[in-house]
Each structure stands twice: as C-alpha cells, then as structure tokens.
C-alpha cells in the first residue's frame, strides 16, 4: 500500500511563491514515476508537471512552464513542486500522484495512488 500526504499549501498573493510537498510511504517510491495534478473549482482535473524516477527527466504543462519546478528527494521519500509567480488561476486544489509506469505520462489515468489534496488559493 501506498500513502500520500501532501502539505505546503495556503493563500499567497499574486506574485509570491509556495513550495509544495508529497511524503509518501511504501517501498516502491525511489522508482516511480511522480506528478503534480490540480483541480479548480468547478473544473475538470489536469495535469501539472510530472518527474522519473531519478529526477533526471520532467515535463510540465504549458501554462505552469517557466514558473513551477518538480523535484524529487529519494532518500527522504518526498516529491516536490515549486511554485513561483504565481497567478489568481493557478488556485486549485493539488494533488500528488503516483504511476507505476516507466516513462513520465500526462494522464491522470495512469496514476494509481494519489493524495488527499492541498488548497493552493492566489489572490489577486
């Protein structure tokens, strides 16, 4: 069983930054692949940024690209999005998620694990 458990979230001005985190549990994290996921109100879930299992390869979403950095912490079973220049629709919920496959995938259905979610609100 795997768990996620992301944290960092808040409200922020526009402009300012957050970093989130995803602690994770279970044995198979240093090999999987990792993204970041978001859902605004009244929205369909997309697709933020996603990383290997190294953290030598990333993929982002147009609209977060150049702002947002995924990263990973292996040793300490942790994923990470930072998060600068933040804009009013950037607010959402995010999640973490985890996808037992082997090469970096935008589709949400190919996660099998995913967290609780974390409120990210930007005000403008």
């Known amino acids: 069983q795997v768990q996620l458990v992301e944290s960092g979230g808040g409200l922020v001005q526009a402009g300012g930054s957050l970093r989130l985190s995803c602690a994770t549990s279970?044995?198979?994290?240093?090999?999987?692949?990792m993204g970041w996921f978001r859902q605004a109100p009244g929205k369909e879930r997309e697709f933020v940024a996603t990383?290997?299992?190294?953290?030598?390869?990333?993929y982002y979403a147009n609209s977060v690209k150049g702002r947002f950095t995924i990263s990973r912490n292996n040793a300490k079973n942790t994923v990470y999005l930072q998060m600068n220049s933040l804009k009013p629709e950037d607010t959402a919920v995010y999640y973490c998620?985890?996808?037992?496959?082997?090469?970096?995938?935008?589709?949400?259905?190919?996660?099998?694990?995913w967290g609780q979610g974390t409120q990210v609100t930007v005000s403008s």
């Open positions: 279970g044995r198979t994290f240093s090999t999987s692949v």
């Open positions: 998620a985890r996808s037992p496959d082997v090469g970096l995938t935008t589709n949400s259905d190919e996660y099998d694990y």
């Open positions: 990383i290997n299992w190294s953290g030598g390869r990333t």
